[in-house]
């Protein structure tokens, strides 16, 4: 696998200069005060305060850095060196008390050994990863009893489509070998200066939560969304404020779903 994860995380890499520009992100905003979490999660887990977060697959630590404006003790992890880089710069320039961890989530173990009130990863994440119940088991571990999984994420049906086209071109299903992906730009920056060559795995929904419930989690909620709170995609139109939904489907489609999960004590 280490030939893949190399593979993404140079384009990772690479992202930083281009996201941390784009409109997407809104840094500017952001610096000034303004949080980066939506609604959605920002909704889900409620008052953070003097809670212990865990954030998963943390890109450059926005997020992490908005948990911790909220009065929460964050920990952030992401394999990109210059995402981490980048959240520990701007954690000193925030005056906040986040910490960052630079690795591969396969091998946290290695680099932190403490739990946590809650564990929280979002938006894009699970399609790098090729082992679920693996990182199950790593959610698991790291909650404290009666601790809290939280994960919002696109949608595995709108992950297998083609975004121009709206067909079919990714599995939906679990498949040992990646598939293969070769391209320009990045999300956040279509004209970025980025040539991609990264590799992914398609999860369906089962095997997402059964991977959790392997663990004894316990399902709180379980939802779906007909719209994502990213303009991420091409081929998008705007509903309202963080509501945008993928054009050429005549009925809604599922665009995000979320599980809170418990790990009982």
């Known amino acids: 696998m280490q030939k893949y994860f190399d593979a993404n995380q140079h384009f990772w890499n690479q992202t930083i200069p281009y996201h941390l520009k784009s409109e997407l992100y809104d840094m500017d905003n952001f610096l000034a005060g303004k949080s980066s979490l939506m609604d959605i999660e920002s909704q889900a887990l ?14 450059f630590g926005q997020d992490s850095l908005s948990w911790a ?3 929460a003790k964050v920990t952030g992890v992401d394999f990109s060196e210059e995402a981490i880089k980048t959240a520990k710069s701007l954690n000193q320039q925030l005056k906040l008390n986040a910490e960052f961890i630079c690795c591969n989530i396969y091998d946290l173990e290695k680099h932190l050994d403490k739990q946590f009130d809650i564990v ?18 790593l959610v698991e571990r790291y909650l404290k ?16 489509l083609e975004f121009e086209t709206t067909e079919i071109k990714y599995p939906y299903f679990h498949t040992k070998e990646p598939y293969h992906e070769e391209g320009s730009g990045s999300y956040a920056d279509r004209d970025a200066d980025i040539k991609y060559d990264e590799y992914g795995w398609g999860h369906s929904l089962a095997e997402i939560t059964q991977s959790l419930l392997d663990q004894d989690l316990l399902l709180k909620t379980f ?15 705007t509903l309202d404020k963080q509501k945008y939904v993928l ?8 665009h995000l779903f979320s599980l809170k999960m418990l790990k009982p004590s």
């Open 46 to 59: 409620g008052d953070v305060s003097g809670k212990s977060i865990l954030h998963l697959q943390c890109h």
């Open 145 to 160: 009893a009666d601790g809290i999984f939280y994960i919002v994420e696109f949608h595995p049906f709108i992950l297998t």
């Open 120 to 137: 929280f990863t979002s938006y894009g994440v699970l399609m790098w990863l090729p082992d679920l119940p693996k990182w199950a088991s």
């Open 69 to 71: 404006r909220k009065g």
């Open 223 to 237: 939802k779906e969304y007909p719209y994502s709170p990213y303009n991420c995609f091409p081929n998008m139109r």
């Open 247 to 254: 054009n050429g489907f005549q009925e809604e489609i599922p």
